[in-house]
């Protein structure tokens, strides 16, 4: 995680302004069904906390941030709703059904063992908890992303929409991908 380490200054200065109010209002209507008032949402690869710290507001949920990168995390800010953990999916360090819902923003192409990260996401959420993933499309111009990526010594194993939905349900996560803006994509599913 060492391109995390460095730039994690710059991703703090993007991220905070990345986040729109109507994302966060999209993002926050897609768990709400999930996560109650007061409830626990897991935001896993979540780094500064950005969007972690917009979504506990609009959802009115405690939100706990698992990031790799301990630069990363000293970015998220001191806030009651939030509590930031060193850790990696692979290996979470969080009881079985702990999370109403998990939230993956941008980061699943990043995991080292992506199979254990999905059997760590269904341990974590309680059983019909939901998984939201935010993540990009490889094709087209998104090739030379994944191509500077590795370059940078990141996995950089990204899916294509209709792989990620297979991969997720071979591993009892049940759901469905769908287009976003521009080149990303989501997934939505149930444990």
């Not at 090739?143 to 194993?157: K, N, Q």
Request: proline share 7%.
């Amino acid at each position: 995680m060492g391109f995390f380490a460095w730039s994690a200054p710059v991703f703090h200065r993007v991220l905070d302004r990345r986040w729109t109010a109507d994302d966060v209002s999209a993002v926050a209507a897609r768990l709400r069904p999930f996560v109650p008032p007061g409830g626990a949402l897991l935001d896993v690869g979540g780094g500064t906390g950005a969007l972690a710290l917009r979504l506990a507001g609009a959802l009115h949920a405690q939100v706990a941030i698992l990031d790799p990168t301990p630069q990363m995390l000293a970015y998220v800010p001191v806030h009651p709703a939030l509590q930031a953990t060193l850790g990696a999916a692979e290996n979470m360090p969080y009881a079985d059904n702990a999370f109403d819902a998990l939230l993956v923003s941008d980061a699943f192409h990043h995991f080292r063992d992506q199979d254990r990260a999905v059997r760590e996401i269904v341990r974590v959420v309680r059983p019909g908890g939901g998984v939201l993933m935010l993540e990009l499309d490889p094709t087209g111009w998104m090739r030379a992303v994944v191509w500077a990526e590795r370059l940078l010594g990141e996995p950089a194993t990204f899916f294509q929409p209709a792989h990620l939905c297979a991969f997720l349900a071979e591993r009892r996560l049940h759901g469905e991908c769908r287009p976003e803006r521009g080149v990303s994509y989501s997934f939505l599913g149930t444990v």
